[in-house]
Nanobody, 116 residues
């Protein structure tokens, strides 16, 4: 079993930055991918970024490329999402996810609100 806990959400003005952290505990495997998703009010959950723990490859949604960066701290078993130049449309609940062939494990989510 894998447990994921997100932190770092909050309220920020447009153009500002936030850093989200996902702490993983329990069983994690080198073949896992970890990622961030988000869900805005009235919208479906959408993929933001994914990181392969086996080879370090990343994949970003077009809407966040050049603004968001995912990174990993193996010693702390955390994955972080640095979000710069935030826009009003980035407002959402952000979820950390992990899994091998699919994202089977999810955190509880952390709210990010960007004021215009």
């Amino acid at each position: 079993q894998v447990q994921l806990v997100e932190s770092g959400g909050g309220l920020v003005q447009a153009g500002g930055s936030l850093r989200l952290v996902c702490e993983a505990s329990g069983r994690t495997f080198s073949r896992f991918s970890m990622g961030w998703f988000r869900q805005a009010p009235g919208k479906e959950r959408e993929f933001v970024v994914g990181l392969s723990l086996s080879d370090g490859r990343t994949r970003y949604a077009e809407s966040v490329k050049g603004r968001f960066t995912i990174s990993r701290d193996s010693a702390k078993n955390t994955v972080s999402l640095q979000m710069n130049n935030l826009k009003f449309e980035d407002t959402a609940v952000y979820y950390c996810a992990a899994g091998e062939l699919s994202y089977d494990y999810w955190g509880q989510g952390t709210q990010v609100t960007v004021s215009s």
